[in-house]
């Protein structure tokens, strides 16, 4: 009789170790065949934090007529199915954007930075803003300024760009919208002599 006594507790208790077990196990297992959540990209860019190089003589890029030095270019197709070509080829991206714009960049030697495809114009415009950090007020009263939206390359192809530059002394320019792919070239010029 002793025997039965702690034998039906003892059946009880092993029991419900087991159970428990399994069921976390069963948890353990289920957790891992769920799909990966989707992250999104970093795409912060602390303009802050780059090197002031100084600004070349030649060629000079001017935007608003002052000169400035290109830091940053970012790329992105438009829409779902928009591609880019091979980094190799971004240097004539620019050039499709205003002329002589390859040769700034090979001087300048920007930092490039493609981004995943944006389903929309205002939505890149939206998203540059919100991850390209610039000191003060959006650059005013720094050495920093900007622009950004839609340009069209050498085959037709829309595709966006956003563009970070300096000038050595403070401006009170800002991160330009451009609204089309013409109004690059009333924002930025390129003098080679």
Same mark, same amino acid.
């Not at 780059?50 to 190089?53: D, G, I, V």
């Given at each position: 009789?002793?025997? &039965?006594?702690?034998?039906?507790? !003892?059946?009880?208790i092993?029991?419900l170790v087991?159970?428990?077990?399994?069921?976390?196990?069963?948890?353990?297992?289920?957790?891992?065949?769920?799909?990966?959540?989707w992250m999104?990209?970093?795409?912060?860019?602390?303009?802050g934090r780059?090197?002031?190089?100084p600004?070349?003589e030649l060629?000079?890029?001017l935007?608003?007529?002052?000169p400035?030095?290109?830091?940053?270019?970012?790329f992105?197709?438009?829409?779902?199915t928009? &591609?880019? @070509?091979? @980094?190799q080829?971004?240097?004539m991206?620019?050039?499709?954007?205003? @002329?002589?714009?390859?040769r700034?960049?090979?001087?300048h030697?920007?930092?490039f930075?493609?981004?995943?495809p944006?389903l929309?114009?205002?939505?890149?415009i939206?998203?540059?803003?919100?991850?390209?950090v610039?000191p !003060?007020?959006?650059?005013?009263?720094? @050495?920093?300024?900007?622009?950004?939206?839609?340009?069209?390359?050498?085959? !037709?192809?829309?595709f966006?760009?956003?563009?970070?530059?300096?000038?050595?002394?403070p401006?009170?320019?800002?991160?330009?919208?451009v609204e089309s792919? &013409?109004?690059?070239r009333?924002?930025?010029e390129?003098?080679?002599?």
């Open positions: 009789m002793e025997v &039965t006594g702690w034998l039906i507790p !003892g059946a009880t092993l029991g087991l159970l428990l077990s399994a069921v976390i196990l069963v948890r353990r297992w289920l957790r891992r065949r769920r799909k990966p959540q999104e990209p970093d795409l912060r860019i602390e303009v780059l090197e002031l190089r600004v070349p060629p000079k890029l935007f608003h007529g002052e400035v030095r290109l830091d940053i270019v970012v992105a197709p438009a829409g779902r928009g &591609t880019l @070509p091979h @980094p080829e971004w240097p991206l620019a050039e499709a954007i205003a @002329p002589g714009l390859m700034v960049v090979q001087t030697e920007p930092q930075i493609r981004w995943p944006q929309s114009v205002n939505g890149f939206r998203q540059f803003f919100r991850n390209v610039l !003060g007020d959006r650059g005013r009263g720094t @050495p920093f300024c900007g622009a950004v939206g839609p340009a069209r390359g050498p085959e !037709g192809q829309l966006l760009v956003g563009m970070i530059m300096h000038a050595d002394h401006l009170f320019l800002a991160v330009e919208e792919e &013409t109004m690059w009333r924002l930025i390129v003098r080679t002599i």
